[in-house]
């Protein structure tokens, strides 16, 4: 992609976002410490998915929340597929 193009796509997706502001710290406790902080955003921001490619780590967390899904990108798209 051109640095346009990869402009438009980042646009396009801040387009979308909404600022959340986390006000607690749930931890989960997932084995790498580092990744605590996208189960606490998700639960702040009441999302329903995390897409990510880092599956096992982010499952394995000591608290729990069912309703929020863990997904990787391909699953995801299939899941929400794009409208046109």
Known sequence: MSPKE????FDGFLNRCRW???FYAWRPNLPDEAD???IELAVAAQ?????????RDLA???LKFPALRILPPEHCLEVFP???
Do not use: F, S
């Open 6 to 9: 990869r402009g438009d796509v």
């Open 20 to 22: 959340v502001e986390v």
């Open 36 to 38: 605590n902080h996208l």
């Open 47 to 55: 999302a329903n998915v995390i897409v990510t490619r880092n599956l």
């Open 60 to 62: 394995q967390g000591e």
């Open 82 to 84: 794009c409208q046109p």
